[in-house]
């Protein structure tokens, strides 16, 4: 997993770099959304693998796949060749999470699991923290490349774990038909989508023919998909998980709650820099607290599981708070620093008490069988819902500071030009805020009426339901 979340974040700090060498900085930004639209394609596709051939074996397809795309990263000899390493990449990287979640549900009971959802909060802070910092070193001092040449002995590495650790995983795999229509559907619409929300209000407007149609196409697709699950013998996504409560709630809850995150994540720099006047990296190093405030929060919420019978409180105690600080934002968004970043802190928190408690209730919701299954589903639609919030806020972005969407439009123009017309930018990230709250009591209400369920064994409710 340290490979996987350092991937997310060292190459950042490297972009700059590879635009300048490249001389192409109007397609930078798809080295970034390459990656999140295979991996999240992706990501339901290994949990159904892994529930047929194993939790190693496509772990390690996982990682030799991420290290094959790593290494065409690093050789790529232009912008295009590299976008297409980075899809690669991320058909790798995004069964690495899933598949790790659920070797984590295969091996701890579920009233211990909090424990361990604690420690992965901390190995995510670590590569968080760290790889825009390595990132920014070897692309500055070495070559921009080597962001991508260090993940082959880290996978090289994991591989060896992998192989040697998990050889004594028991094996829960039952025999299973691969559902590739149902696979294939479910993956064209969510790339459709995906890509409807990054092009829109970017690249092209979102009344434009091209936004309105990938829209239709996903739609199409995901009509299909439907009809398919409804007839398929053996559907890429079993009806019973997908009627299952705790599930649906559960993930509507992560995905709203995690959503919400990596968009205050892209989002809040930005307010540091416009509204608070803080540099570049200034404003990275107040970034710091929203995200590392997440690991308390998770081992509360852990600790809470092994010890409580009613344990959800917590988080619905969590992302009340969560709720509470950013609503002190949207009434004051020119609040001094301090207490912006005091209230950010807060959210991080909050949200962190919520990652434990909603994937060990989605683990513990379904049969052993399952669980591969159960968690890459709660890992696609965080990704999906990610990609629906950052574009929602983005479009909040380029509405106030009434700027046309434009191939090539740098964040840093769009600021200074808004600026020199007397953009209000407080006022503009109280609706960017506004937006952050809707989407966490969204996230509150689904986690209010999740069911909170008895952590006494494993998959005992998915055994006993119908």
């Known amino acids: 997993m340290f490979l996987a979340a350092l991937n997310q974040t060292i190459v950042a700090t490297a972009l700059p770099t590879i635009g300048r060498d490249f001389d192409d900085f109007e397609n930078l930004s798809w080295i970034v959304t390459a990656y999140l639209l295979t991996s999240t394609a992706v990501a339901p596709v290994y949990g159904k693998l892994c529930d047929i051939y194993g939790r190693r074996t496509m772990m390690l397809w996982g990682i030799g796949v991420f290290i094959a795309g790593s290494l065409a990263c690093a050789i790529a000899p232009n912008m295009l060749l590299l976008i297409l390493a980075r899809g690669l990449q991320g058909v790798g990287g995004g069964g690495i999470m899933p598949v790790a979640q659920t070797v984590i549900g295969d091996l701890i009971a579920p009233r211990e699991r909090g424990r361990y959802q604690a420690y992965i909060g901390i190995v995510w802070i670590c590569a968080g923290v760290s790889g825009p910092v390595l990132g920014g070193f070897l692309s500055e001092h070495l070559h921009w490349s080597a962001v991508f040449w260090i993940n082959l002995p880290l996978g090289l590495l994991a591989a060896v774990m992998t192989y ?20 294939a559907l479910i993956m064209a619409a969510a790339v459709a989508f995906m890509l409807a929300l990054t092009w829109g209000g970017t690249r092209y407007p979102w009344l434009s023919s091209t936004t309105i149609g990938l829209f239709a196409v996903s739609v199409l697709l995901a009509a299909g998909f439907t009809w398919h699950v409804l007839h398929a013998r053996e559907p890429f996504l079993p009806i019973p998980i997908l009627a299952n409560g705790v599930v649906r709630m559960g993930t509507a809850a992560s995905s709203c709650a995690f959503a919400t995150m990596i968009g205050l994540t892209i989002f809040v720099p930005l307010y540091y820099e416009a509204v608070h ?31 409580l ?43 962190g008490t919520l990652y434990p408690v909603a994937t060990v209730s989605i683990q513990s919701a379904v049969a052993r069988h399952q669980v ?25 972005m380029l509405a106030g500071m009434g700027v046309a ?14 600026g020199a017309v007397g953009v209000d930018f407080a006022h503009m990230f109280r609706w960017v805020f506004a937006s952050a709250a809707a989407f966490l009591f969204l996230g509150l209400l689904a986690l209010v009426f999740m069911e909170e369920l008895s952590l006494g064994g494993h998959g005992e409710r998915g055994a006993a339901g119908p």
Do not use: C, Y
């Open 372 to 396: 591969g299954t159960a968690t890459g589903l709660m890992n696609f639609f965080r990704s999906l819902t990610s990609a629906f919030v950052v574009a929602v806020m983005g479009a909040i």
């Open 405 to 418: 969407p434009q191939r090539g439009s740098h964040v840093e123009t769009m600021l200074s030009g808004a």
């Open 309 to 351: 019978r009613h344990f959800k409180w917590v988080p619905v105690v969590g992302l009340s708070a969560s709720l509470a600080a950013v609503l002190v934002l949207v009434a004051w968004p020119a609040a001094p620093l301090v207490i912006a970043i005091t209230m950010l802190g807060v959210v991080g928190t909050g949200v």
């Open 164 to 183: 040697t650790t998990l050889r004594r995983l028991p094996r829960h795999e039952r025999p299973h038909e691969l559902d590739i229509l149902g696979g």
């Open 277 to 307: 006047k803080l540099s570049a990296s200034d404003s990275g190093l107040a970034l710091i607290p929203i995200v590392v405030m997440t690991t308390p929060g998770s081992i509360v919420s852990g600790r809470a599981m092994m010890h």
